[in-house]
């Protein structure tokens, strides 16, 4: 998934927000392309309204218009003005223009317009370069477009740019218990949600979620789903049925593969994972647990897919806890915390917003991190300085 990623592929601008550029890019033209008026009014020589007052206008012959999309309007000499738009061609001769705003109609000569103001030469022109020459790096590689890049690809005429692909990546949820959201349950049955969250992490850290399916603890049901997966994909993130029950159809089938590893971790939650192959595309299965499944994404998966797709990591934060808080021994624990403002030391308080269960999955949607407590820390006092990982 690393080397694909770092490939370049060409897409159309519309389709790039986010991507991350694969190669600088520099103007083919000048921006502005060519010289034009700032404001609607009038373009003049400036000799020709430099002593100009509202109790002595300039008196002006009009010789035309120009309008933004027309060519070249007629030229200006020492006496004459052209009323222009913004974004017009300023016409040869003018070197300035006089807002609309300093000019009124001459009561005596309806070709004429009197100007009330001086203006300096330049003012109110834009000029090829302002913005950018010819060549100049515009965005450099390495940038996670947004709007603003895109306007600037499309002013300087790019139809299309060199990003670094997306990883695609299919995710299959298992669990016979599992009920799509809306649907009516049966005893013992719940609405499903590792499958919906985990494709829109993946989507918002730079995947294309090719696939997003769902099996039941059933072998064939899950192999055919696994098929299904890997037929477009660089990775397939599974989740649940991997720890020690009965019914682990993901252990399962994917345990004994070559090069495969299940085993339990020292964080909490997020204790069993596992990663496998199938037809040659590498599977990386997280607890089912809604709560371990997020956090393992976050801790473990998220990093990877971020180098991946060239965008910079997420960077942790520091916070004080707002109260007391407990963690197991011998495990790293991510607790979910809402950040709240300064607590006067220069940082936010961060206030977990319940307890360790990995069955909590309400309570997560309060929080903004996962404040890290190391493995052999077994209590933290309210107050206590924490480094938290911004979800
Ligand atoms: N004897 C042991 N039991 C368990 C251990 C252990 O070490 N020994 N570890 C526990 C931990 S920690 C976790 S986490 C879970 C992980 O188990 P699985 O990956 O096998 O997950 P499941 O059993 O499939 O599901 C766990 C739980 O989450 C619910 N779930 C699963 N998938 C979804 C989904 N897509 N949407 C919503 N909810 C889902 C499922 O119904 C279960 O309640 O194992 C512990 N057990
Ligand atoms: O991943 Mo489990 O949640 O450690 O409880």
Known sequence: MLARAAQSTRLPLAACPDSVLARDLRAAVDLPLFVNSQMDGYAVRSAAVAEASPDAPARLRVVGAVHAGDGP???VDDD???KIMTGAPVPEGADCVVPVEDTSPDPDDDSAVLVRAPRARG??????GDDVR?????????V??????LAAAASLGES???VRPRPRVGVVATGSELVAPGRPLGPGQIWESNSLTLTAALKACGCEVTATLTSGD????????LDSAVSDADLV??????????AEVVRQVLEGRDGARFAPIAMQPGGPQGMSTWRDTPVVCLPGNPVSALVSFVVLLRPVILEAVGRSPVQPVRARLSRDVTSPAGKVQFLRAALGPDSGAGIPVAEPVSGPGSHLVASMARADVLVEIPADVTSLAAGTEVEAIPL
């Open 73 to 75: 309007g007629p030229g």
């Open 80 to 82: 004459e003005a052209c």
């Open 123 to 128: 003012e109110f022109v834009r000029s090829p």
């Open 134 to 142: 010819t060549g100049d790096v515009v965005i450099p590689a390495g």
């Open 144 to 149: 996670q477009l947004r709007a603003r890049h």
């Open 160 to 162: 299309a740019l060199d």
């Open 218 to 225: 059933d072998r064939d049901e899950f192999t055919a789903a």
């Open 237 to 246: 993130v599974t989740v649940g049925a991997v720890s020690m029950g009965d």
